[in-house]
């Protein structure tokens, strides 16, 4: 059984609850692990707090030279953790290894940031005096991770917060503990001193709340569903710590008719169906002008029969399985309410028949037309393979129609007209908008919702100012 990762070591559990992690392509128990109480929270709270001061001290530099050298160990045994990432999350081997990769590379981004971390000097405030802003780390940082992208979610928030001085405890969704406890033992090994990354497995209640309550935390990286961080935002304040939040989204795409229709349609069908769907950034409701609405639907129905659905682990599997059955059950509600509204099903809408479909959370990929504007899939988040299409007039009405949505995470694009795509970047409500581009993240751009997806970033050196307080001196001499 697996356990906690504690100041450097596993350790055991104050209590005897368990978690059961499943694999997602067969329902088969891959490992159990113990479930972290408040007790041990406080535990890697204390951990976390008696090596803020060493960590704060050692130079600059030289935290990101082992956040370097500890990043490359992890490489060394990077399919390892891929393979780890399928089994417990259910995601094609070829997707874990970009996932895991994406993780080592953001946390090296931000090793490479620790020697341009930088304050302010102003001169001459008064005569003989000047003025210092000092930047400080901010002590021992909760990081809530969902089980979508266990790792690079976990890495958003990693790497910022430690290269600024600052310790961490992390704790992993219920279902994807087993990737995020092995990084950190490796991590470890590589260099990062005990006490500064520990993980307790746990559930939100439990682990998860006794963390973001914790008089000793005194910031809350939270990514997760809308509803949970409206909890915790909540909840952190009765220390008043901060808190930022990655939260749901529902992004729209806009295919105009002057769109390179091939890219456009490999896009919306990447954007919509990797990771089955279980993306806060996925394609989630696709607009497309009417004059080429037609043939967008005709190759996207294309591009959905070609979708290859498997178990993570099989050969040139292109989508696994959902991560859990209530997961393929919500999509399952979902696109059945589409389609007592009046939606017609252009693709899927059901569970693939046979082996190895039986045992696992598969769902087929689907495309919905014309969905009524009170139905499930326009006005909440989708997390599944199911994109639900609707034909609009031109550019006004697709981008009224895609800020009609609580959420306002990331947005899309595709045209030839610069008047179009400069229209839409001005007024599409969302944290970020792709011109002619799939939805990329990256370590160099800030990343963050606007509306309901919650606020703050991560990414970019902004994320940087989110671990850190200024402090100003005043030096008269
Ligand atoms: P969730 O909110 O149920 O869980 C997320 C994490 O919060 C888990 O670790 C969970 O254990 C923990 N948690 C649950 N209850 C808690 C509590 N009371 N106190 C503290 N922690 C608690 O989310 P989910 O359904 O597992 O994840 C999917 C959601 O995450 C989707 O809405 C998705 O859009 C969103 N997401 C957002 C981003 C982003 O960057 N904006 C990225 C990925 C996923």
Same mark, same amino acid.
């Not at 178990?311 to 989508?319: K, N």
């Not at 959902?322 to 999509?331: D, K, N, P």
């Given at each position: 059984m697996r356990q906690m990762f504690v100041d450097g070591r596993f350790c055991e559990s104050s209590g005897s609850d368990q978690l059961e992690v499943r694999d997602p392509a067969t329902g088969e128990l891959v490992e159990t692990v113990l479930a972290g109480t408040a007790a041990d929270v406080d535990a890697a709270v204390g951990a976390a707090h008696a090596a803020f001061p060493g960590w704060w001290d050692t130079a600059a530099a030289r935290r990101g030279e082992a956040l370097h050298e500890a990043t490359t160990h992890a490489r060394d045994h990077l399919e390892e953790l891929a393979r780890q990432l399928t089994q417990e999350q259910g995601k094609p081997l070829r997707e874990a290894r970009l996932e895991v990769g994406r993780c080592l590379e953001t946390l090296d981004h931000y090793a490479g940031l620790a020697k341009n971390l930088r304050g302010g000097y102003v001169p001459n405030l008064d005569e003989g005096t000047y003025g210092v802003v000092l930047r400080r780390p901010l002590g021992v940082v909760g990081a809530i991770v969902p089980w979508n992208f266990p790792t690079t979610l976990l890495a958003n928030k990693l790497g910022p917060a430690i290269v600024t001085g600052n310790t961490v405890v992390a704790k992993p969704a219920e279902t994807t503990p087993l990737t995020t406890l092995r990084l950190a033992e490796l991590l470890h090994e590589g260099g990062i001193p005990a006490g500064v990354f520990n993980v307790v497995p746990g559930t939100g209640p439990v682990a998860g709340a006794a963390l973001v309550a914790h008089p000793l935390v005194r910031k809350i990286a939270f990514t997760g569903s809308t509803a949970v961080g409206k909890q915790t935002m909540a909840s952190a304040a009765e220390h008043l710590k901060r808190v930022t939040? #990655?939260?749901?989204? %529902?992004?729209?795409?806009? &295919?105009?008719?002057?769109?390179?229709?091939?890219? !456009?349609?490999?896009? +919306? %069908?990447?954007?919509?169906?990797?990771?089955?769907?279980?993306?806060?950034?996925? @394609?989630?409701?696709?607009?497309?002008?009417?004059?080429?609405?037609?043939? /967008?639907?005709?190759?996207?129905?294309?591009? $959905?029969?070609?979708?290859? &659905?498997?178990?993570? @682990?099989?050969?040139?599997?292109?989508?696994?399985?959902? =991560?859990?059955?209530? =997961?393929? *059950?919500? &999509?399952?509600?979902?696109?059945?309410?589409? /389609?007592?509204?009046? $939606?017609?099903?252009?693709?899927?809408?059901?569970?693939?028949?046979?082996?190895?479909?039986?045992?696992?959370?598969?769902?087929?990929? @689907?495309?919905?037309?014309?969905?009524? +504007?009170?139905?499930?899939?326009?006005? #909440?988040?989708?997390?599944?393979? +199911?994109?639900?299409?609707?034909?609009? !007039?031109?550019?006004?009405? $697709? &981008? #009224?129609? +895609?800020? *009609? %949505?609580?959420?306002?995470?990331g947005s899309a694009i595709w045209t030839r007209d610069l008047h179009r795509a400069s229209v839409a970047a001005e007024r599409l409500e969302a944290g970020y908008t792709w011109v002619n581009s799939v939805n990329k993240v990256y370590d160099e751009l800030p990343f963050g919702g606007v509306k309901q997806s919650g606020f703050g970033k991560e990414h970019g050196v902004e994320a940087l100012d989110y671990y850190q307080e200024t402090k100003s001196l005043v030096v008269k001499h």
């Open positions: 939040l #990655e939260l749901g989204g %529902s992004d729209p795409m806009i &295919i105009c008719d002057d769109a390179d229709l091939d890219r !456009a349609v490999s896009a +919306a %069908s990447v954007g919509r169906f990797f990771n089955c769907g279980q993306a806060c950034l996925a @394609t989630k409701r696709l607009f497309v002008f009417e004059r080429v609405a037609e043939e /967008v639907i005709d190759k996207l129905a294309g591009k $959905a029969a070609k979708l290859r &659905i498997g178990p993570g @682990t099989a050969d040139r599997v292109l989508m696994g399985p959902l =991560h859990a059955e209530r =997961h393929r *059950a919500r &999509i399952e509600e979902q696109v059945a309410d589409a /389609v007592d509204r009046g $939606a017609k099903v252009l693709h899927g809408g059901a569970r693939p028949r046979g082996e190895p479909y039986d045992r696992g959370w598969f769902y087929e990929p @689907t495309l919905l037309l014309e969905p009524p +504007a009170d139905s499930r899939v326009a006005l #909440e988040e989708t997390f599944g393979p +199911a994109l639900p299409i609707w034909r609009v !007039a031109g550019l006004d009405e $697709a &981008i #009224e129609r +895609a800020n *009609a %949505s609580p959420y306002g995470l």
